[in-house]
């Protein structure tokens, strides 16, 4: 551990100057000798946890696993002619949701790719206690043989209009109609299914089960994503 030895070197120079001032000013105390020696004593002693750290490696610092920032393409081994995808709902209001790249915020996340190369074409976030005019037109825009990725952070539905629930529902949602309040919920379709998505996880909020005291326990959603083929 170069920097434990970087550590002790730099202290034990301190210690040095420290007993020059300590012999220079207290030659002849007894109270200059027994302050030089205490200090003397917590550099040895520092120095000595240092090594023993070094020697059974442990780190002082977070240590987080390899893949801790592992990419979407990586969470599932697929067919060349599939995505692969994982997501994760938000967890009550506090830990944002996770689809594909980080740029949650509260209400429903969406990710939109083309469903050819995988490219990310849109990504959004949409306040459930706003007005829904944003979200309307973004569902309105998708084009077909694209993928669409959602997830819920905190509360999904307060504002969710019938509109929106239907244009979410033409992508293959079989929840959507049926999202409550502070529900969790993650969702993979596609424009132009003409079937229901498999690709779909919800989580009701119920008091009496509830993971997070107000909200239901985190839900994650991975698998394959058959390329689009005109």
């Known amino acids: 551990c170069p920097s434990a030895v970087l550590i002790c070197t730099s202290m034990l120079v301190l210690v040095v100057v420290l007993i020059t001032v300590v012999l220079q000013k207290y030659s002849d105390s007894f109270t200059g000798t027994t302050f030089l020696m205490n200090q003397v004593f917590i550099v040895l002693l520092t120095c000595s946890f240092k090594a023993a750290l070094c020697d059974f490696n442990i780190s002082l610092t977070p240590v987080f696993p390899a893949d801790w920032r592992r990419s979407l393409s990586e969470e599932k081994n697929c067919p060349g002619d599939h995505f692969s995808f994982l997501i994760r709902s938000g967890a009550a209001n506090v830990v944002p949701p996770k689809i594909f790249i980080n ?37 309105k825009s998708i084009e077909k043989g694209s993928i669409v990725l959602m997830a819920s952070y ?33 969702f993979v379709g596609g424009k132009g299914a003409t079937v229901k998505s498999n690709f779909e996880k919800y989580l009701k909020n119920d008091n009496m089960k509830n993971k997070y005291e107000n909200w239901p326990e985190l839900i994650e959603l991975t698998g394959c994503i058959p390329k689009y083929l005109d």
């Open 103 to 139: 740029n949650a915020g509260y209400g429903i996340n969406v990710v939109i790719l083309n469903g050819k190369t995988g490219e990310v074409i849109k990504t959004g976030h949409f306040d459930m206690y706003s007005g829904m005019k944003p979200l309307i037109e973004l569902l």
């Open 154 to 186: 905190d509360e999904p539905s307060s504002k969710l209009t019938e509109d929106a629930r239907k244009l979410i529902a033409e992508l293959g949602s079989s929840v959507v109609q049926s999202l409550g309040f502070r529900d969790n919920w993650v």
